[in-house]
């Protein structure tokens, strides 16, 4: 059986120096924070509408938080440190790492680089469907064999890396789910996912190969949508139709009390 290793140019580097590239700049950091926070306030002065402004000030008061960074090796929690496939698509046996920052897989045509990509979408719980490639997900074992497995593994700050795996059969399109070494449900796995913030079913997040038309066909608010979610907070986009909403309303009682104004003026 042959075996694969795809490992990134950054584990090669000196540790030390590596370090230094991940340690942010508190003190830029905070700064940044400031500034930011200056114009929320001059944004949130400028609005008239007090429900306008009670929904701004909660959003200032929000406990969300971003997602922590190890400063010792640069991955932010949720970041994949490792991909195993087993008798998945053409790969017999196929091990990466990738890095902390941006990670490109280069190779000529049909040397299974689209098929990583379909590995971690299926991976981190996404349906078939999706990839725009095979509705089963039995037609990813490789030809062959019977079952096919897919293990990633999501970093985790100060605490031991979580472990999810995924195989499944081609004779039954059965998937069965493991976190940690432990079966478990699909349910469990994508409570998991989520509170990441890994979206594999949004195109903002995730753009396999074969939907890029669809993507492109999207209107404006549907994009506004999906960035709104793929930006983590899931009543985003609800609030910002609220706002709307809210917006259309100030003007109709704006141009009601024009109208009454000059129905006073005109002594009408």
Not at 75 to 84: A, D, L, R
Not at 104 to 111: E, L, Y
Request: glycine share 6%; proline share 3%.
């Amino acid at each position: 059986m042959s075996r694969r290793r795809i490992q990134s140019d950054s584990e090669s580097d000196d540790e030390s120096s590596s370090a230094k590239r991940t340690k942010l700049d508190h003190s830029a950091t905070q700064q940044r924070e400031s500034d930011v926070e200056s114009e929320d306030d001059r944004d949130v002065s400028i609005v008239d509408n007090p429900e306008i402004n009670d929904i701004l000030l909660d959003e200032q008061s929000d406990n969300t938080v971003p997602l922590a960074v190890d400063e010792d090796d640069g991955f932010v929690e949720g970041s994949i440190v490792k991909i195993t496939l087993v008798n998945f698509v053409t790969y017999d046996y196929c091990e990466i790492y990738p890095g902390p920052q941006m990670n490109m897989i280069i190779g000529p045509n049909g040397t299974g680089k689209s098929t990583i990509v379909c590995a971690i979408a299926l991976g981190l719980g996404g349906n078939p469907a999706l990839l725009g490639r095979a509705k089963n997900i039995a037609e990813f074992v490789k030809t062959g064999e019977d079952e096919a497995t897919i293990t990633i593994e999501l970093k985790r700050i100060n605490v031991r890396n979580v472990v999810i795996q995924r195989s499944f059969k081609k004779s039954n399109n059965v998937t069965t789910w493991r976190l940690d070494g432990k079966t478990t449900t699909q349910k469990e796995v994508m409570s998991l996912i989520y509170s990441f913030n890994i979206q594999v079913d949004n195109l903002c997040q995730f753009l396999p190969q074969d939907r890029v038309a669809e993507f492109a066909e999207l209107s404006p608010s549907q994009l506004l949508e999906r960035t709104q979610t793929a930006a983590g907070k899931s009543d985003l986009h609800n609030m910002q139709k609220q706002l709307v909403e809210w917006r259309e309303k100030e003007k109709d009682l704006i141009e009601v009390r024009i109208m009454n104004l000059f129905c006073e003026i005109s002594g009408i």
